[in-house]
Each structure stands twice: as C-alpha cells, then as structure tokens.
Nanobody, 111 residues
Framework: QVQLVESGGGLVQAGGSLRLSCAAS????????FYWYRQAPGKQRELVAT???????NYTDSVKGRFTISRDIVKNTVYLQMNSLKPEDTAVYYC?????WGQGTQVTVSS
C-alpha cells in the first residue's frame, strides 16, 4: 500500500527557511508526478509545486523564486526547499502522488 510521510515543518521567523520531505513507500514512483499542496486556515487547499518524472517543475506564482521542489528517485523522496518565508506561507503542507496524500506537516511563519 502506498504511503506518503511528510516531515520538516515547524515554526520559523519571516525570511527564514525550511526544507520539507515526503518519503514515499509501497509503490512505483518513477513514472508519475509528485505534488506539494498547502492549506491555510479557512482557505481551500492550493497546489504549490509540481515535479514530473523527468524533473520538470512548476510553481504557483506566489512562491516562484523562493521555493524549489526536487526529488531523489533512489530514496523515493520528494523535497520542498522553502526560502524567504513569509507569514502568508503559514499552512499545513501536503505531498500527493496519484490519489494518495500524506498526513501533512505544519509550517508556521511568524512576522
């Protein structure tokens, strides 16, 4: 059974950095896209970043130039490097693959 486990969230001051990890197990992960989403309190879940099986990446406009998605195929792990964090980045961050979701990791950015 496919499992996605996120880690790396926490509390950081504005301008700081965090690196989220999503460890995948129980399936074949080399041929599909991986996604990072986030959901802030009272808001809809939004797509933050995508990485394809070929390594092509896409980002929502609000994080372009600050966030970087990457994947380690050998480790079956996807990362989200988040720099220059802003209070509006505060949310629960989820990784996703096909129809599977992780449990989420909280990111809180203080001003």
């Amino acid at each position: 059974q496919v499992q996605l486990v996120e880690s790396g969230g926490g509390l950081v001051q504005a301008g700081g950095s965090l690196r989220l990890s999503c460890a995948a197990s129980g399936g074949r992960f080399t041929i599909n896209n991986f996604y990072w989403y986030r959901q802030a309190p009272g808001k809809q879940r939004e797509l933050v970043a995508t990485i394809s099986n070929s390594g092509r990446t896409n980002y929502t406009d609000s994080v372009k130039g600050r966030f970087t998605i990457s994947r380690d195929i050998v480790k079956n792990t996807v990362y989200l490097q988040m720099n220059s964090l802003k209070p509006e980045d505060t949310a629960v961050y989820y990784c996703s693959f096909l129809t599977y979701w992780g449990q989420g990791t909280q990111v809180t950015v203080s001003s």
